[in-house]
C-alpha cells in the first residue's frame, strides 16, 4: 500500500502562517511514502514569496519526505510582463523544483508530474502535445500491475466549482489531454486550482476518458476560500490500481483533523464509493456529491476493512 498525502493551492503570501505550519506538522508525524504538492506554491511569484516556500518545502525534504511537485499559474508572475514571458518559472525553478515533468515509482505506484501553467493564460492551463507523448511513453514502460496516476495543476476536465453546480473551463487541449491520459492507462488523476475538494469518475465527466478516478485538492494553507470551504489536503491509501482510499484532512480553526473518509474501488467497469465510518471524523467537507450522485452505493469489499 502507498500512503500519499495530495496538497494543493498553498497559495505563500497569501498563506495562513499558523495552517502552514499544522499542515507541516500533521505530515512530520505521518511520514507519508510521497507528498505531492500539485501547484501555486505563492500568491504573486514574488521573491520574497518564494522564499517562505522554499523553506516550508525544505524542511519536508530535510525531514526524509519525498516529494512530486508542479507548478500552477499562480507561480508565473502577473505583472512583471518582461519574466512572465521571458523566463516565466525562473523563480519556481530556482526556489521549488528545476524538474517541470517529474515521476516517481516505486513497487506499487508510478506517478509523473505534468506543468499546465503558462504565459500566456492568466487562470487557464493546458497541456501541449509534447508533454501527451511523454505521458504516453513514461507509462508504456511501467510494469501492469503498479497504479498509474498523473498529477497536473489544472484538471484535464471541467468540474463543477460553485454552489450551482456550474462547470468550469477544461484545460486547454482537452480533448487530446483526455485521450493521452485514457490510452497511458490512467487509474488517478490528482490536481487542484479550484480550492475544492472533489471525486468522480472521468467515464462520468466526459466520454472516452477511460477509467481514470479524478480527485481535486482544496486549498491547504491560503486565506482564499471558495464556497465557504475550510483550507484542508487529501490522505490517500492506494492499495491497488482499483482499490483507493481517500480521506480529507481538514482545518478545525486549531488543527488538521480527520474528516470525509471514502472508499473507492472498480467493479463491472466503473468506480464505486462508500463512506468508511470515522467516529471522530470532521463534518462540513463531503468528498463530493458524485459519492451521492455519480459513484454508486455498494457494502464495502473485504479489501478495505483494514483501517487506515
Known sequence: MARIAHLSDMHFGAHDPKIAAAAEAWLQQRQPDLV???GDFTQRARRDQFRQASAWVNRLRAAGMKLL????NHDVPLYDLARRFGAPLRRYKRAISNDLCPFFENDEVAILGLNTARSLTIKGGRLNHDQMRMLRDRFARVAPGKTRILVTHHPLF???????????????????????????????????????????AAEKMVAHAGGALVIQAGTATS????NAEPQSFNW?????HDEIELQVVVWDGASFQRGHHVAYFRQGGGWIGQDMVDPVALPGIEVAEAVKGGLRSSPLPQAFKRGT
Open 36 to 38: 505531492v504538492i500539485s
Open 69 to 72: 511537485v508542479v507548478p500552477g
Open 158 to 200: 471541467a468540474m463543477p466549482i460553485g454552489k450551482g453546480g456550474e462547470l468550469s473551463e477544461a484545460v486547454g487541449r482537452h480533448e487530446d489531454a483526455v485521450r493521452a491520459a485514457a490510452s497511458a492507462g490512467i487509474h488517478v488523476a490528482l490536481a487542484g486550482h479550484f480550492h475544492r475538494t472533489y471525486a468522480e
Open 223 to 226: 486565506t482564499r476560500l471558495r
Open 236 to 240: 490517500l491509501h492506494v492499495h491497488r
